[in-house]
């Protein structure tokens, strides 16, 4: 059975950083495509950052520059240092993995990032 779990979520100011941690159980993570989605009050979920087994990533143009993803395959985690943080990222995060060979999707149970002006 496929878990993720996260931690690092919480109430931080403008400008100040936050790093989202996602551990993986039950999958072999190194080969798959690991990401970091978002969903605001009202709005629908969007990507933020996605990793492939390879290393190439991706970001939505928003957080450019200032959110990070990263993965230790070791540890079978992956992660999002989250810098110059803005109200506009307040928002439930949730990490996702999908195995590389069948599109299968796995997600995280979510953790509230809220940025204060």
């Known amino acids: 059975q496929v878990q993720l779990v996260e931690s690092g979520g919480g109430l931080v100011q403008t400008g100040g950083s936050l790093r989202l941690s996602c551990a993986a159980s039950?999958?072999?993570?190194?080969?798959?495509?690991v990401a970091w989605y978002r969903q605001a009050p009202g709005k629908q979920r969007e990507l933020v950052a996605s990793?492939?087994?390879?290393?190439?990533?991706v970001y939505v143009d928003s957080v450019k520059g200032r959110l990070i993803i990263s993965r230790d395959n070791a540890k079978s985690t992956m992660y999002l240092q989250m810098n110059s943080l803005k109200p506009d990222d307040t928002a439930v995060y949730y990490c996702?993995?999908?195995?590389?060979?069948?599109?299968?999707?796995?997600w995280g149970q979510g953790t509230q990032v809220t940025v204060s002006s």
């Open positions: 996702n993995i999908q195995k590389s060979l069948t599109g299968a999707l796995y």
């Open positions: 039950g999958i072999i993570f190194s080969i798959n495509i």
């Open positions: 990793m492939s087994s390879g290393g190439r990533t």
